[in-house]
């Protein structure tokens, strides 16, 4: 009984282990979401004021929660790539945070059910 019940542990703590792994690979990670835009300036003589396919743009829009407040933040097209790879790493992240927070209640629940 014991031998397996350790056998099954030490799977789990591989399985962290492989988590942990994982999330030291991603470099940058960013919250939020990215909005590609076209606007009008304003003018009533630019063909942007009369053709919406004239609108200026694209702008890149990064919106994320700080603080319980939206920040919105205009971006460069080299920025825009980079916050777009940042945000799916941090959903990534997230996925692999949730499995590694599941792990570790199983590998502690465990352990209090055997005394
Ligand atoms: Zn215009």
Same mark, same amino acid.
């Given at each position: 009984?014991?031998?397996?019940?350790?056998?099954?542990?030490?799977?789990?703590?591989?399985?962290?282990?492989?988590i942990?792994?994982?999330?030291?690979e991603?470099?940058?990670?960013?919250?939020?979401?990215l909005?590609?835009?076209?606007?009008?300036?304003?003018?009533?003589?630019?063909?942007?004021?009369?053709?919406?396919?004239?609108?200026?743009?694209?702008?890149?829009? @990064?919106?994320?929660?700080?603080?319980?407040?939206?920040?919105?933040?205009?971006?460069?097209?080299?920025?825009?790539?980079?916050?777009?790879?940042?945000?799916?790493?941090?959903?990534?992240?997230?996925?692999?945070?949730?499995? @590694?927070?599941?792990?570790?209640a199983?590998?502690?629940?465990?352990?209090?059910?055997?005394?």
């Amino acid at each position: 009984m014991a031998k397996k019940s350790d056998a099954k542990r030490k799977k789990i703590e591989k399985e962290i282990e492989a988590i942990r792994r994982k999330i030291m690979e991603f470099d940058l990670v960013c919250p939020g979401t990215l909005t590609e835009r076209y606007n009008t300036c304003g003018n009533p003589n630019c063909r942007c004021a009369r053709d919406p396919s004239a609108r200026h743009g694209p702008y890149y829009d @990064w919106t994320r929660r700080e603080k319980g407040r939206f920040v919105h933040t205009l971006m460069s097209p080299a920025q825009a790539d980079e916050i777009e790879r940042a945000i799916a790493n941090h959903k990534k992240v997230l996925e692999l945070l949730a499995e @590694w927070r599941r792990k570790s209640a199983q590998l502690i629940l465990d352990k209090k059910r055997r005394k």
